[in-house]
């Protein structure tokens, strides 16, 4: 893993995954690794939001701990970048000013794609200007266990008529794995082990995260 946007530099494509990461687990690596099988992209950025405008009101790790365990996850994924751009950003985070604030520090030699899973790309019409956001950045929607893939390449075909953008649709390995089961077992008690980093389940454990 490297770390900081200016890892990014010199890339001709790279994605972006972005993500609330509470906390981070193998389907989140899973998606990063089919975009890097799939696509000509050269890295794929994690991207810890700061304060998630869709999650207000529940119950947050702080982003320096969220960040941390993206960290542990990543190590030894060579094609994996970490930035805690979005951790840092006071006040609400948006997609669309992270991605204006990329196109600005990258450069326009490098193109991005912003990586979603079916569930969020389903959500997108809820998104801060997200008829503006679709327009500035290309976007690859990856199959998430749970959500019907004819139904979702269906609803991404609409957008994609609706608004002239350009979405990729991308079919990858089932990984059965959500963060809010994740928080719900260690709640209840039961092991993780597998559905996350080694190293991250043992920050969980010492920082006596989700109790
Ligand atoms: P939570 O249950 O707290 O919402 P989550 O598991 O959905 O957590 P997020 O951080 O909300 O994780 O997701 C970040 C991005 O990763 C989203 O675009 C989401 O669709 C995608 N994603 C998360 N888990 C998977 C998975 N198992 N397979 C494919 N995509 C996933
Ligand atoms: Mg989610």
């Known amino acids: 893993m490297e770390c900081g946007i200016e890892c990014l530099k010199g890339c001709k494509k790279f994605a972006v995954l972005g ?4 906390p981070i687990h193998y389907g989140h690596i ?3 690794k089919a975009v890097m099988d799939n696509t000509d992209v050269e890295k794929v950025l994690f991207l810890p939001s700061g304060d998630p405008p869709h ?5 947050i790790t702080k982003g320096a701990m969220r960040g941390k365990m993206t960290c542990l996850a990543l190590e030894g994924y060579d094609d994996f970048v970490y930035s805690s751009m ?3 950003r006071t ?8 991605v204006k ?42 199959t998430r266990p749970g959500y019907d893939n004819k139904s979702f390449k269906g609803f991404v075909s609409k957008l994609k008529k609706e608004y002239g953008c ?16 994740i928080r719900q077992k260690v709640e209840d008690g039961i092991n993780i082990s597998g559905l996350v980093p080694e190293k991250v389940e043992e ?9």
């Open 19 to 22: 993500g609330t990461f509470d």
């Open 166 to 181: 350009a979405i990729e649709t991308i079919e990858i390995p089932e990984v059965d794995i959500s963060s809010s089961e």
């Open 86 to 88: 979005e951790i840092e």
């Open 55 to 59: 999650k207000q009101g529940k119950n």
């Open 101 to 142: 604030e990329l196109k600005e520090k990258i450069g326009k030699d490098s193109e991005f794609y912003f990586v979603t899973g079916a569930d969020a790309i389903l959500l997108i019409e809820t998104w801060k200007n997200y008829k503006e956001l679709l327009g500035l950045c290309n976007f690859i929607a990856v």
């Open 30 to 32: 899973m998606a990063g």
């Open 203 to 211: 920050y969980i454990i010492e920082n006596g995260l989700y109790k």
């Open 91 to 98: 006040g609400r985070t948006y997609t669309i000013d992270t």
